[in-house]
């Protein structure tokens, strides 16, 4: 049942966000302390567990998936609710970080992949697989950031 | 009947909210492909045509909402709001293929980890040098230099303001589209032609957006080895925007 997944979804959401509070509380922060991230490795480890007992038919991934695919239109209207009048007069911090952190990360790039034994290669390229990445780009474009 | 149909999107707003945000969604798929012949992602432009709304909602209302503020919009609040935010963000972990990321290797989990690392401490540091010289505000826009999503997630989880979310969004979102944009420039200096260098510039490039975007453009057999990688930054930068890397910039500052 779909529901599950939904469920199943929910109880790592709500068991990684209780997580980081109970840590936020510990370490005195008065705030969550990465209850998300917990909160996605629990689902991970959720799904290889039950993954591996043949316990996650398709319609219980699909209560996930829905949530996983929704996720950029969720970002869109999180955008439409932003103070950006405000943001708007900081406007040199934003540009400057990220032309910054943009250039920076393209030198590591430039660096570490001159670095070390590359011994992967590309396989050739058949029309047939063409058609399969174009459907990975359109999966990977609507379901993250 | 004008009044009527105000009043159905008005009492149904989180059904609006999903309309609306569709019908942005299909704009800016329109928009990529005609305008920018897929080089700039769809949800690129849709993020950007989100920002439009919510500074003229801003302007409209005068009100710190965006969008939401304007009472036929106010769906958008839920919808966008913390609660279904960090469901979908959740969610997407459940794609995470374990043993294809295992093949992904020590190099991609090195350049991940610089990829979170290295635009935290520009973003930081030029947050700083603009005076958010506070541990709160420094650690929300350098999370915002990692992913736009790593940004509002850290900001809401330490406290910030809308206003440095928001710097913090538009950071992450200018980032993502440097690299959809000048990746297929930049390819030759990157070294960017094996699955080896697509798995270290999926870490080191950020959002999976601006990856996969920037991939596409250079060499569709790239695509995934980058994405996979790069499907990481987000649960990364979200586990450690808001603990590590806050008490280390709240220690070097405070």
Known sequence: ?145 | MLEMFNEVLAHNGLVTAFALVGAIMWLSAVLSRRLTFGRVHGSAIAIIIGLVLAYVGGTITGGEKGLADLSLFAGIGLMGGAMLRDFAIVATAFEVQVTEARKAGLIGAVSLFLGTLIPFIVGASIAWAFGYSDPVSMTTIGAGAITYIVGPVTGAAIGASSDVVALSIATGLIKAIIVMVATPFAAKFLGLKTPRSAMIFGGLAGTVSGVSAGLAATDRRLVPYGTLVAAFHTGLGCLLGPSLLFFATRALVA
């Open chain 1, 1 to 145: 049942m779909v529901i599950y997944g939904t469920a199943l979804l929910a109880f790592c959401h709500l068991a990684g966000l209780l997580l980081g509070d109970l840590l936020g509380s510990v370490i005195g922060v008065k705030a969550n302390v990465g209850g998300v991230g917990f909160a996605m490795l629990m689902l991970i480890s959720l799904r290889i567990y039950l993954h591996k007992r043949g316990l996650l038919p398709k319609e219980t991934e699909a209560g996930v998936g829905f949530w996983g695919a929704i996720y950029i239109p969720v970002v869109v209207a999180m955008a439409a609710q932003q103070n950006v009048l405000v943001a708007l007069k900081g406007g040199p911090v934003a540009l400057l970080s990220a032309i910054g952190a943009a250039l920076l990360c393209a030198g590591a790039i430039a660096a570490i992949s001159r670095t070390g034994r590359d011994t992967t290669a590309l396989p050739p390229v058949h029309h047939h697989e063409f058609v399969e990445e174009e459907d990975i780009v359109f999966i990977a474009g609507v379901s993250h950031a």
